[in-house]
Structures are given as structure tokens and as C-alpha cells.
């Protein structure tokens, strides 16, 4: 499979199409099932409270997956992304409602990279409950 957005179609500035991911307490027992992190500071609302977190937390790593899926969309290849990193800054705290919470993510090219390689920055925005979750979230594609 090979990226649907192509390098010579996209500047600096242009953005990506935004998207919410809802997350709740089921979502978070199948991510620790297929994760295998039984934590439980991200199912056990006592044990989250206990230990001084406000409520039960979702995983690092389902958040920083949830943010990505904005770039493998775009591109419509998974494959086409070849570095992703991000800071952790604030936990996504998933009250026990019917609401639970939601991750939100927006991103733009933030530069071409290299012609040769068709490869660009693209810099993701993620918030949950109005505060920044994740810092630093960049990601290199390799476009079309």
C-alpha cells in the first residue's frame, strides 16, 4: 500500500482533517487485554484514587496510538509513517459516565523533510478535557 496524499500536494501550514476519539472504561479494559498492561490505574477507580491520580487514567500508549490514527488516516497507509514520537504531559482521565472523555486531535505539515525521501514533519495538537495530553507529537510520512 502506498500513501494517498502525495508530497508535491502538500506545503507547510496544510492541515490535516481533525478528528475526536471517545474513550471510556470498556475501551480501556479491551486496550489492557490487548496490551497486556494491567495496570490498574487504568481500570480500578479506588486503586487510581489511592495512589493520587483523580480518577482512573487511560494508557499512555492507547492515547499516543488514538493521536496517530489522524496521520495513517490522512495518508491511507499505515506504512507511510516512519517516526512518531511525543512527551506525555497530562493523563486522559476517564470518569466512570456514560460520557467517559475524548482525546482530540488536530495536525498539520509542519515541513518538507527531504524531496528525495518524500518525506514530511507533520506536528499533532492533542487535548482531552481541554488540557494538552500529549507534548511534542510529531510524526515523519513518507508520501506519494
Known sequence: MTA????DDVEPGTELP???FPVDRERLVRYAGAS???NPIHWNERFAKSVGLPDVIAHGMFTMAEAA???????????ALVQYGVRFTKPV???????GAVIEVTGKVAK???DEARTVQVDLTV???????LGMSRAVVKLA
Not at 127 to 133: H, I, P, Y
Open 4 to 7: 494517498r496524499v502525495g508530497y
Open 18 to 20: 481533525a478528528r475526536s
Open 93 to 99: 482521565v476517564v470518569p466512570d459516565d456514560d460520557e
Open 69 to 79: 490514527r489522524v496521520v495513517t488516516d490522512w495518508t491511507g497507509d499505515p506504512g
Open 36 to 38: 497486556g498492561d494491567f
Open 112 to 114: 518538507k523533510l527531504d
Open 127 to 133: 487535548t482531552s478535557a481541554g488540557a494538552k495530553v
